[in-house]
């Protein structure tokens, strides 16, 4: 029961912070057609899996139980790859194929590239 009210409180949290970051882009940023937001905290939450992971598993200066509140609740609620997909669909079905290719390459290839950093920085 404890494993699920750690989830529970991660997921919770990561969920307000994407929803606080969302306002805060949407204010401050001019989005246009690109989804800022999503893009940015998608790149912020692999950049994070990959340095939480390895001080939780390779470090362990960080107790094991924080994997389900900061990996499965907190980024699992923060990260918005539900988000991107729905949005690089809408891009494609409204005829804006070359944005939306640009806007899906530029995301998996800054993700990748966030969780590798952040894993390599933290070792």
């Known amino acids: 029961m404890q494993v699920y009210f750690l989830i ?4 919770a949290c990561g969920a307000l912070s994407r929803y606080g970051i969302g306002r805060a882009v949407a204010t ?6 690109w989804p800022v937001a999503t893009f ?7 950049f994070t899996i ?3 992971y390895v001080l939780i ?3 362990s200066v960080i107790h094991s139980d924080w994997r389900y509140v900061l990996m499965v609740g907190f980024l699992g609620a923060f990260t918005t790859f539900s988000t991107f997909s ?3 669909v809408a891009m494609l079905e409204t ?3 070359a944005l939306a290719l640009s806007y ?3 995301t998996l290839a800054s993700c990748v590239f966030g969780c590798w950093l952040g894993m390599t920085l933290f070792r």
């Open 28 to 33: 401050y940023l001019s989005q246009g057609h």
């Open 40 to 46: 940015a905290v998608n790149i912020a939450g692999s």
């Open 86 to 88: 729905l949005e690089s």
């Open 57 to 59: 598993t390779e470090k």
């Open 50 to 52: 990959g340095a939480i």
């Open 104 to 106: 899906m390459l530029a």
């Open 95 to 97: 005829g804006k194929i």
């Open 8 to 11: 529970a409180l991660g997921g």
